[in-house]
C-alpha cells in the first residue's frame, strides 16, 4: 500500500506533535504492509507557513529516525497545498509537490468550493502540474451533489478520498458520498490523511472494505497501482471504470468494471 496524504511529520503543522509518536504510527503502517508514505504537511499562506529547509530538516531526521528503528517504509516529501490566488508562485518556489513528481496536493474551503477555485488552479494546470483534491467528499458543494467530483475531473483534476470517510468518521452524509465517488470511479486514490490522533487501521480497514463491497482490483487500483504512478509523474488514467448494461430476466442492469 501506498499512502499520499498524511500528517506524520512532526512539529509541523497540527498533526504529530513528537517524533516519538511519528515513529510509533510508522511502526503500524510498516507491519500493516505499508510501503510508501508522503509526508503530506499543510501549506496554508498565512496559517501554515514556513521555509522549506524547515521541512527537509524535519523530514531527515524522522527518516534517520525510522531507519534506526529497522523500519522498511519509505518517507517522501510532500505539502497538502490550500489553493488560493497565485498560489502556484509557491509551489514552484519552495517545491510543494508530492516527492519529486508533478503531482500536487491541494485543498481549499471545506464549506464549499469557491467560485474562483478552477481559476485559482488552473495555472497549476498550465504550468504542467498534476493537482491533486484532496478529501473531495467532505466538500459541502460535493455532498449536496456529488458528480461535482465527475466535473472536476473532466478539468483535468484528480480527487483522493480518506480511508475514514468510508468509514463514517466525519459523520454519515460524508459516507454516503464517499461511497458514490468510489463506486462510480470519480475518485483515484485512498489516503488516510492521518492526522496521528488515533490508530492507524481505518485505513486498513477502509481497503478491506472496497475489496468486499467492490472487489480486489478496485480496492488495488485506489491504493497501490494510482499511488504508485505518482513516484515517476506517470498519468494517472482519469477515467478507468467502464459501465457496461448485461441482461437479466428479460431486464438489463448496470455493471461497473475497474478496468
Known sequence: MIDIHSHILHSIDDGSDGLDKSLAQLRIMDAGGVKR?????????????????????????????????????????????????????????????????????????????????????????????KPILAHAERYVSIMRKPSTARDLIEKNIYVQTNAGSLLGYYGEKVRKTAWILIENGWTHILASDDHVRGDYEAMFRAKKMIQDRIDDKAANLLTREHPAMIQSSEKIPYNYVSVKYIPHRRKSFLRRIFA
Open 37 to 129: 508514505v508522503y509526508l503530506s504537511s499543510h501549506y496554508f499562506r498565512g496559517h501554515y507557513q514556513y521555509e522549506r529547509h524547515e521541512y527537509d530538516q524535519k523530514l531527515e531526521t524522522l527518516r534517520q529516525a525510522a531507519h534506526d528503528e529497522g523500519l522498511g517504509i519509505e518517507l517522501q516529501s510532500g505539502f497538502e497545498v490550500f489553493v488560493q490566488p497565485g498560489i502556484v508562485e509557491d509551489i514552484k518556489s519552495k517545491s510543494l509537490f508530492l516527492g519529486e513528481s508533478s503531482y500536487v496536493l491541494i485543498e481549499s474551503e471545506l464549506n464549499g468550493l469557491p467560485e474562483d477555485f478552477y481559476t485559482n488552479v488552473y495555472p497549476l494546470l498550465r504550468s504542467g502540474y
